[in-house]
């Protein structure tokens, strides 16, 4: 006779045989992971080897810039992946269904200007290099309306990988790029180090992890363990940085010791913090201000940091 005890216990054993294949079945399936082939984004080609200790199998999809990035996050095209927090702000912003879920990269920016610019106030009159949509743009812009100069700084906008050349030949003077141009232009001796743009309400937030807010409505247990891989290959960077530097030497074509230098001024940091989600709103605030968005996400459900 069978007792009630021994078909509770048969109906628990039978699910759980049911359960285990379903969870192993996932290595037949894939997720995409958007990035692009640069030293801040580097932790993408790590994640694979970290998903398949989990059973997932990765895909590393890279893009020729972000807004391709994201709207293929925001289509379904890709599931999760590296940008730029303005980027990922701008296209929320827009209705695309974004969330943050993780910090990535820390930093990357510095002001680089001809010798007699000792300062700031020193761009008075002077043309000023940002690439356009940028943080470094935003950073300049409330940096210099709070020093009320405004008005007395004409910004030009190129991209980053034009700037050291426009240094060189004078037609600026000062260049705001991202790493590793900036390192570029001083190790060739076009200018020196002016400014690092982290003393703003934004501080040095950069590069996050993002995902389609549909992706993680719908499956949750894996989006976990994707940004468990994730903060286990930034911590892998954070001991050892040379993938990055092989990353920016294969993709920019630049020495290897340019390369090295650059990674001075970027910072590879899992940490989710409180604090980290304030820096992403005081972001948006910024673009605000300054004109880049005329609106903002919501941010409930923009950062999602439950996962880390």
């Given at each position: 006779?069978?007792?009630?005890?021994?078909?509770?216990?048969?109906?628990?054993?039978?699910?759980?045989?049911?359960?285990?294949?379903?969870?192993?079945?996932?290595?037949?399936?894939?997720?995409?992971?958007?990035?692009?082939?640069?030293?801040?984004?580097?932790?993408?080609?790590?994640?694979?080897?970290?998903?398949?200790?989990?059973?997932?199998?990765?895909?590393?999809?890279?893009?020729?810039?972000?807004?391709?990035?994201?709207?293929?996050?925001?289509?379904?095209?890709?599931?999760?992946?590296?940008?730029?927090?303005?980027?990922?702000?701008?296209?929320?912003?827009?209705?695309?269904?974004?969330?943050?879920?993780?910090?990535?990269?820390?930093?990357?920016?510095?002001?680089?200007?001809?010798?007699?610019?000792?300062?700031?106030?020193?761009?008075?009159?002077?043309?000023?290099?940002?690439?356009?949509?940028?943080?470094?743009?935003?950073?300049?812009?409330?940096?210099?309306?709070?020093?009320?100069?405004?008005?007395?700084?004409?910004?030009?906008?190129?991209?980053?990988?034009?700037?050291?050349?426009?240094?060189?030949?004078?037609?600026?003077?000062?260049?705001?790029?991202?790493e590793p141009y900036a390192t570029l232009a001083?190790?060739?001796?076009?200018?020196?180090?002016?400014?690092?743009?982290?003393?703003?309400?934004?501080?040095?937030?950069?590069?996050?992890?993002?995902?389609?807010?549909?992706?993680?409505?719908?499956?949750?247990?894996?989006?976990?363990?994707?940004?468990?891989?994730?903060?286990?290959?930034?911590?892998?960077?954070?001991?050892?940085?040379?993938?990055?530097?092989?990353?920016?030497?294969?993709?920019?074509?630049?020495?290897?010791?340019?390369?090295?230098?650059?990674?001075?001024?970027?910072?590879?940091?899992?940490?989710?913090?409180?604090?980290?989600?304030?820096?992403?709103?005081?972001?948006?605030?910024?673009?605000?201000?300054?004109?880049?968005?005329?609106?903002?996400?919501?941010?409930?459900?923009?950062?999602?940091?439950?996962?880390?």
């Open positions: 006779m069978t007792t009630r005890r021994q078909m509770l216990s048969a109906s628990l054993a039978a699910g759980a045989a049911l359960a285990l294949p379903a969870r192993f079945a996932r290595a037949a399936s894939k997720i995409q992971i958007g990035s692009v082939l640069a030293g801040t984004t580097i932790a993408a080609e790590l994640m694979p080897k970290y998903l398949k200790e989990a059973g997932i199998d990765a895909e590393v999809l890279s893009f020729p810039n972000i807004t391709q990035r994201m709207q293929a996050l925001a289509s379904g095209d890709v599931q999760i992946g590296y940008g730029s927090v303005n980027g990922a702000i701008l296209l929320a912003s827009r209705g695309l269904k974004l969330s943050i879920l993780a910090n990535a990269c820390e930093g990357g920016g510095l002001m680089v200007g001809k010798p007699e610019i000792k300062g700031l106030p020193d761009l008075k009159g002077r043309k000023v290099a940002v690439q356009p949509g940028s943080l470094t743009q935003a950073a300049l812009q409330w940096k210099l309306k709070s020093l009320g100069l405004t008005d007395a700084v004409e910004l030009l906008f190129l991209d980053v990988n034009n700037m050291p050349v426009a240094l060189q030949k004078g037609q600026v003077d000062a260049i705001l790029p991202f001083r190790m060739n001796g076009f200018g020196h180090d002016i400014w690092y743009p982290y003393d703003t309400p934004m501080g040095r937030t950069n590069v996050v992890f993002v995902a389609s807010s549909d992706f993680v409505a719908r499956e949750p247990a894996l989006a976990r363990e994707v940004v468990r891989a994730h903060v286990r290959a930034t911590q892998e960077l954070q001991k050892d940085n040379s993938a990055a530097v092989d990353a920016i030497v294969k993709s920019l074509n630049l020495p290897r010791e340019v390369a090295i230098e650059s990674l001075k001024n970027t910072f590879f940091v899992p940490d989710t913090t409180e604090k980290f989600e304030k820096s992403i709103i005081a972001v948006g605030q910024t673009m605000l201000e300054t004109g880049m968005v005329t609106r903002l996400p919501d941010w409930s459900t923009f950062i999602d940091r439950r996962f880390v």
